[in-house]
């Protein structure tokens, strides 16, 4: 078992910057994916980000080459350093670990873009 604590929302202007953070209770080393997903009022979770052990990385095309993943071992963290942000990239931002046939949740730390 594990569990996420997100950090690092808040309100920017479109354009900013941000980074949220993921701090997990225990060793990410051997999790398999580490996730970062998306939800507004209405709609579905939407992923934004993955990462997987061996490094492999995914983006939607909404996010591709704003957005980026990574992780940080040592701190037991995974970060997601989101720039030009758009106001449609208003959302909870949600952290995801698949780990051994399971998927845990944190809590959600909410980002808001506007002017």
């Known amino acids: 078992q594990v569990q996420l604590v997100e950090s690092g929302g808040g309100l920017v202007q479109p354009g900013g910057s941000l980074r949220l953070s993921c701090a997990a209770s225990?060793?990410?080393?051997?999790?398999?994916?580490m996730s970062w997903y998306r939800q507004v009022p209405g709609k579905q979770r939407e992923l934004v980000a993955t990462?997987?052990?061996?490094?492999?990385?995914n983006y939607p095309d909404s996010v591709k080459g704003r957005f980026t993943i990574s992780r940080d071992n040592a701190k037991n963290t995974v970060y997601l350093q989101m720039n030009s942000l758009k106001p449609e990239d208003t959302a909870v931002y949600y952290c995801?670990?698949?780990?051994?046939?399971?998927?845990?949740w944190g809590q959600g730390t909410r980002v808001t873009v506007s002017s």
């Open positions: 990462d997987r052990v061996g490094g492999s990385t």
């Open positions: 225990r060793s990410i080393l051997s999790i398999y994916a």
């Open positions: 995801n670990a698949f780990d051994s046939g399971y998927l845990y």
